[in-house]
């Protein structure tokens, strides 16, 4: 669930959480942690690619290629482009029977730190009436996801994909944190198969000068 363009050099900085190990393997470390006021856990993994970060942004940003590597990911698409590097996207993914399917409506904001050659995409649910909810489609919340790239080398990366979301609907909350906390280390190990693939071009905006 996410996108970016031509990114803008902003500096960030935000204290760090206090995240609990929940196991490696294969070289993909997990996280969790619980969030103030809210009964949805937050999940994170980390690992290594085997990519040039120009690469692992071009899997990131290509939404026609996402049904190809997101987990349950029947459609995505671009809404609308806010700025260079700032964009509303939509994605709705399949859920096992009889729930219904759940569908997020979100902003993604890319953020590059040139000093530190990190890329950060924060993305969160958003409301917009040019994309009206769906009869027997359930609206999600994307409380807080995030993609931090680090280069590491011309053809490493250091990559963390963090998330919180609600499903809504009637599901109990410790089924929903329990099917988030595979959420990680799917997506990143479907992220380190993409990026192999030799159809999947460096994103063609993203400059990371001499590394």
């Known amino acids: 669930m996410l996108m970016l363009f031509l990114l803008v050099p902003v500096l960030t900085a935000s204290a760090a959480p206090a995240w609990q190990p929940a196991g490696t393997r294969d070289g993909i470390s997990v996280y969790s942690r619980e969030v103030p006021g809210s009964p949805i856990i937050a999940f994170r993994g980390d690992c290594e690619v085997p990519a040039s970060m120009g690469k692992v942004i071009g899997v990131l940003a290509d939404a026609t290629r996402e049904k190809e590597w997101m987990d349950r990911l029947v459609e995505a698409r671009l809404i609308k482009e806010i700025s260079d590097h700032e964009r509303v996207a939509y994605n709705r993914t399949s859920t096992p029977w009889p729930l219904a399917d759940r569908d997020f409506l979100f902003n993604a904001d890319a953020k590059f730190d040139p000093a530190n050659k990190r890329l950060v995409i924060a993305m969160r649910s958003i409301e917009d009436a040019a994309v009206p909810r769906l009869r027997g489609v359930v609206r999600g919340e994307l409380l807080r996801s995030v993609w931090t790239l680090t280069a590491l080398g011309p053809q ?55 590394q």
């Open 156 to 210: 490493t990366t250091a990559v963390s994909f963090e998330i919180q979301a609600d499903p809504r609907g009637a599901i109990p909350k410790w089924i929903v944190n329990l099917f988030q906390s595979s959420w990680p280390r799917k997506t990143l190990e479907a992220l380190r198969r993409q990026v192999q693939k030799p159809d999947v071009e460096e994103y063609p905006a993203f400059r990371l000068g001499n």
